[in-house]
Every structure is written in structure tokens, then in C-alpha cells.
């Protein structure tokens, strides 16, 4: 497997979109885990220069003062989408600061896979069912992102037993798995089914380095997994979302209409925005207690993730037949 150097935890924060900024990237991958964010929050594209910048500088500053414990790598998540006009300026400047890991969604595209590969970078595609992957894979994606139901933004509907069986049938590469991953005995479960890493969101939302108004990030600390509801109206894609916040734009979360797939957009059929009106989120939010910063939570789950190794370790012990 192509190794990914200086994890704390075996996890990459996901990207967000508006809710992922440079501030929390950062935050993330000082913590020890892989920062992302999706280059279209950087409005106007102009604003991407100078976020690479300012990412690549504070972490190389963050390395030199810190050589026994660098930070993780950074990841840029290209939207490969007809609706995206500025894809080819976006992936120039991924090129021109050398992003160590490219996340593409919504379609796999081999340009955008040959620009990140000419520096030597990496390339994930996430992926909601068996045949996305295998195309990714055929057109030179490195690793998968398996969304699976549960997850928050753009999920997908299969079971992450079923989809991650499936794409191990034939994959042994770089995987990493989506869908209402938010503590430390859920990342150590992803890799037992077979994932490498753990895909975490949601969660992130409730850290005060995230690009959240107050209410959205209460919102997810109130929530529970039956306050989200899975819809196509507000993007003309399938996600997840918050039902109070449906309920708060004035639309019955119960009595949805479907949107046009063919006419994706970020306001969809409803006349609201998604992400921006209508909030994102996934399943796993009810472990969400409190809002903390980014080092406390990512703390937080890697004493989970070794309390689970251990007790898992107890309980094989006194299961096997001696």
C-alpha cells in the first residue's frame, strides 16, 4: 500500500463544503491527521493561491519547530463535475504548491489524476457503490473513498460491510471509509472490515476552528442520528442533512420532493442552499457531546481508538478456545 507518513490516527478529517477553511486544515493536520478542504470554498478562485499558501507555509514552519513530530498531509478535494468551471485553474495551482493528496468527487477524470501524479501526489476518489470504483481505479485514482450510507454531505445508500466487501474482492490499494465515523472504537472497526483509513466530517463541524455559524454547530451536538434525513431536493444528489434546519427553512423534512439528478446545483429544486441554508450531516453526530477545538477532539478519539484495541484484545482473548 502507498503509505501516508506522520498520521497520529489512521484518518483523514473530510472536506467540507464552506465549513472547511485553511484555519482548519491546519488544525487538523497538526493534530495528526490528513486536513482537507474543497478547493471551491476558496471564493473567488483567486483565494486559493493564497490558501495553499498559507497551508503549506504554516506547516512547513510547524515541522521545522517541530522535527520529532511533524504534521500529517494535506489534502485538496476537486469537484470533477461539468458544472465546475474552474476545475483546470484550480488543479494549475494544486500543481503549483505540490498538494501531497487530491481527493476528486463526482465523477473520476485521468487529467486530474496525471496533474497530481506529475509531482509525485497522491489521488483518492470517493465512491458510493462497486462500479464508480472500479472506473476510478481503470482511469489512475491511487485509493478509494468508500461513502457509504450514514455519512454526511453527498452519501451513499449501501451498508459499509457490503461496499467495503466488495471493493476488497479485487482491490488491495489504499481505502478509506465513510459513514458515521466519530469515535475512536468506529475508526478501529473501519479497519477491521477491511478500510485503512477512517473518513470523519461531521464531527468536525462542532470544533471551534470550523467555518460554522454558532447554531449549525449546536445543532450538530443537540442531534441525533434520527434528526437526518436523506434527500436529493437541495443539490439534485443524494445526502444528508440536518432535519431541524429543513424544519427552520420552512419545509416539512418528512414530505420532500425529488429533484432533477441532471441539474445538479448547490440551491437544487428548493430554493434554498444547501450547506448554507439546509446544513449537512451525518448519522454518527449523536457522540457528539460538546464543541471543542480540533487537538482536543482528535485527543479525544485517539485515546477511544487504543481503550478499543485493548478491549478488543480482552474479549478475542476470552472468546478463542484455549
Not at 159 to 178: C, K, N, T, Y
Request: proline share 5%; with cysteine.
Amino acid at each position: 500500500m502507498t503509505t501516508i507518513s506522520n498520521l497520529r490516527l489512521p484518518v483523514f478529517g473530510s472536506p467540507m463544503f464552506i465549513i472547511s477553511t485553511p484555519k482548519l486544515v491546519i488544525e487538523q493536520c497538526k493534530a495528526g491527521i490528513v486536513g482537507s478542504m474543497p478547493a471551491l470554498n476558496a471564493r473567488p478562485k483567486e483565494l486559493l493561491d493564497e490558501w495553499l499558501a498559507e497551508i503549506t507555509e504554516e506547516l512547513a514552519r510547524y515541522n521545522a519547530q517541530n522535527p520529532e513530530n511533524p504534521a500529517a498531509p494535506f489534502a485538496i478535494n476537486q469537484i470533477v463535475h461539468h458544472t465546475n468551471d474552474r476545475l483546470e485553474h484550480d488543479m494549475e495551482l494544486c500543481v503549483k504548491y505540490k498538494v501531497p493528496i487530491i481527493i476528486s468527487s463526482l465523477g473520476a477524470r485521468k487529467e486530474v489524476f496525471d496533474a497530481a501524479h506529475s509531482y509525485g501526489g497522491l489521488c483518492f476518489h470517493d465512491v458510493i457503490n462497486n462500479t464508480f470504483a472500479k472506473k476510478a481505479i481503470e482511469k489512475g485514482a491511487d485509493g478509494l473513498i468508500a461513502v457509504a450510507a450514514g455519512a454526511g454531505g453527498h452519501a451513499g445508500s449501501l451498508s459499509p460491510f457490503a461496499l467495503v466487501q466488495e471493493i476488497r474482492e479485487w482491490f488491495d490499494g489504499p481505502l478509506a471509509l465513510s459513514g458515521s465515523i466519530a469515535t475512536g472504537q468506529s475508526i478501529l472497526a473501519a479497519q477491521a472490515m477491511g478500510a485503512d483509513f477512517a473518513y470523519i466530517g461531521s464531527p468536525f463541524i462542532a470544533t471551534e476552528e470550523a467555518n460554522a455559524v454558532e447554531a449549525y454547530k449546536q445543532m450538530i451536538v443537540d442531534s441525533k442520528a434520527d434528526d437526518i434525513v436523506y434527500s436529493n431536493l437541495f443539490t439534485g444528489v443524494h445526502g444528508n442533512y440536518l432535519k431541524p434546519s429543513i424544519e427552520t427553512a420552512g419545509l416539512d423534512p418528512n414530505n420532500l420532493a425529488e429533484s432533477d439528478p441532471s441539474k445538479m446545483s448547490f440551491g437544487g429544486d428548493s430554493g434554498v442552499k444547501a450547506w448554507k441554508d439546509i446544513w449537512g450531516s451525518g448519522q454518527g453526530i449523536g457522540a457528539v457531546k460538546e464543541i471543542q477545538p480540533v487537538h482536543a477532539y482528535v485527543e479525544q478519539l485517539y485515546k477511544e481508538y487504543i481503550a478499543a484495541q485493548q478491549q478488543l484484545a480482552i474479549k478475542t482473548a476470552s472468546l478463542i478456545r484455549q
